[in-house]
C-alpha cells in the first residue's frame, strides 16, 4: 500500500543534542510537510517543500530546518531542542500545494530530558 | 488571515444521542477537510468536502459545506463509544503568508460515555 512512513516513532534526546526525524513516502506526492503538535492543540505548520522548493512559516524557529534529498524522503533537523520542542511531529504529503489533501504519516513522538 | 473556529471544544455525549459540531472560517474558501485523532495517535482524513453544498456519510458521521455561510457541520447520529476521539477541520487558505495551507481549528474532543 502506498504511505507515508516515519521513523522513529519515538525519539528522546537531551537538552540541546542535534536531533533528525525522518519521513519517506511512496505516494510520489510533490509536497511534503513537517506539522508539530503539541498537547491538546491543532498541528502547526513549521514548512513544507514543493519538490525542491523550500517553504518556511514565518514564525518557525530557526533551530528548526529540513531537508528534502529527493522525493521519498525528507528529514527534519532540531539543531538544540529545548524542553519546548517536547511534541509530536507529523509529516504529510500531498500531490499538489494549493490545497489538495494531505495524508499524514503516524508521526513521532518527542522527548526532551 | 484565514481564521478557523471550531465549536464546541469539548463534548460529552451519551450513547445513542445525537450532536453536531461546527466549523466557523473567516474568509473564502472552498475546501474543506475533517480529520479525527485518537490519543497519541497521528491525523486520519474522514471527510474531504470540495464545493459549496457538499454532503458527504460515512458511518454515523456526516459532513456538510456551505461557502456561503462559511460553516461545515459534522453531525453524529446514535453516538458509539468508538466515536470518543478529537476531531478536526482544516480549511484550505487562499490568501496571504498561508496560500494554499490549510489553516485548522483548535479541535473537538468528543467523549461518548455509555
Known amino acids: 500500500d502506498a504511505m507515508v512512513i516515519q521513523n522513529p516513532r519515538y525519539q528522546v534526546t537531551q537538552f540541546g543534542k542535534p536531533v533528525t526525524l525522518s519521513c519517506s513516502q511512496t505516494?510520489?506526492?510533490?509536497?511534503m510537510y513537517w506539522y508539530q503538535q503539541k498537547s491538546s492543540q491543532a498541528p502547526k505548520l513549521l514548512f513544507h517543500y514543493y519538490d525542491k522548493d523550500f517553504n518556511n512559516e514565518a514564525d518557525t524557529p530557526d533551530n528548526f530546518q529540513s531537508r528534502r534529498p529527493n522525493t521519498s524522503f525528507c528529514f527534519l533537523d532540531i539543531r538544540s531542542p529545548g524542553l519546548g520542542d517536547a511534541a509530536m511531529y507529523l509529516c504529510?504529503?500531498?500531490?499538489?500545494?494549493?490545497?489538495?489533501?494531505?495524508?499524514f504519516g503516524p508521526g513521532t513522538r518527542l522527548t526532551v530530558t | 488571515e484565514l481564521k478557523v473556529e471550531q465549536n464546541p471544544l469539548f463534548l460529552s455525549m451519551q450513547e445513542g444521542k445525537n450532536y453536531t459540531i461546527y466549523c466557523n472560517y473567516s474568509t473564502t474558501s472552498d475546501r474543506l477537510y475533517w480529520y479525527r485523532q485518537d490519543p497519541g495517535k497521528s491525523l486520519e482524513s474522514l471527510f474531504v468536502l470540495l464545493s459549496n453544498g457538499a454532503v458527504k456519510q460515512e458511518g454515523r458521521l456526516m459532513a456538510s459545506l456551505d461557502t456561503k455561510a462559511r460553516l461545515s457541520t459534522l453531525h453524529i447520529t446514535a453516538a458509539v463509544h468508538d466515536l470518543s476521539a478529537t476531531y478536526f477541520c482544516?480549511?484550505?487558505?487562499?490568501?496571504?503568508?498561508?496560500?494554499?495551507?490549510?489553516?485548522f481549528g483548535k479541535g473537538t474532543k468528543l467523549s461518548v460515555k455509555p
Open positions: 504529510a504529503t500531498s500531490r499538489g500545494s494549493q490545497g489538495y489533501e494531505q495524508y
Open positions: 505516494l510520489n506526492h510533490n509536497v
Open positions: 482544516a480549511v484550505v487558505s487562499y490568501y496571504g503568508g498561508s496560500q494554499g495551507n490549510l489553516i
